[in-house]
């Protein structure tokens, strides 16, 4: 009876700490200009092992009426470092359509590699996943004058990316009208962006908050619209 009283104990445990966020967004998704999914990003920081740390959560799922139609069920979650926001750890569950995706990466920042699965990769420069990117971009003062080169990560393939800073716009969104300065990449290896891996994002100008993004994804483009912050 004591051991199954500490098992429940460490399981409401577990939970409170994956649960207890510092800051939830929460998006309408869409596609085509049709409403056909919920998502969520969720942050939180903390300290381990000597390190400030922030884990984010991206989760996506389609509405209930659209999910025989248009079905998505995405959990991204990252561990990264608070300071500079390199990933430290990644584990991907992504559901789009047919297309199926489970996948974990552990990043060793003093030994220049990563690990994808059973695949071992080394690099020379600091790297960005494109969920801990958005939180990077946060702390920065957005001035169209600077533009920054970045190396991002996504599953085994490093992309250089230089990105931009549009000039103040008003954008009209669920929440509201605000004024928000847009980034978005554009690739230093002269190819294109293929089916995925494009992010697009604008942040209000005063709270520096991702009231809106674009992704491209397998399927196409889905644009979130910011409708609440917890």
Known sequence: MKLIFILIFL??????????????LTYNAYFG????????LSSKYFHDNNI?????EF???????????????????????????????VEKHIREGKYSHNS?????????LFTFNKDTISYTESLMNPYSLIYYFRNKTLNPTNNYDIKIVDNKKITPLNFKIGNREK??????????????????D??????????????????GI????????????????????N
């Open 171 to 188: 954008i009209a969104i669920s929440l509201g009208n605000y004024y928000a300065n847009k980034v978005w990449p554009e690739r230093t």
């Open 59 to 89: 989760k996506a799922s389609s509405r209930s009426v659209m999910k025989y139609i248009f079905p998505i069920n995405d959990k991204i979650t990252i561990e990264a470092d608070a300071k500079s926001l390199e990933p430290l750890k």
């Open 11 to 24: 399981l409401e445990l577990t939970y409170s700490k994956n649960s207890d966020w510092d800051e939830v």
């Open 190 to 207: 002269g190819n294109e962006f293929k089916n995925a891996g494009k992010m697009t994002i604008w942040y209000s100008e005063n709270e």
């Open 210 to 229: 991702p009231v809106k993004i674009n992704l491209k994804l397998k399927f196409g483009s889905l644009n979130l619209d910011l409708v609440k912050i």
């Open 52 to 56: 400030d740390k922030i884990i984010i």
């Open 104 to 112: 974990i990466s552990t990043f060793y920042k003093d030994k220049k």
């Open 33 to 40: 200009g049709a409403y056909v999914a919920n998502a969520t």
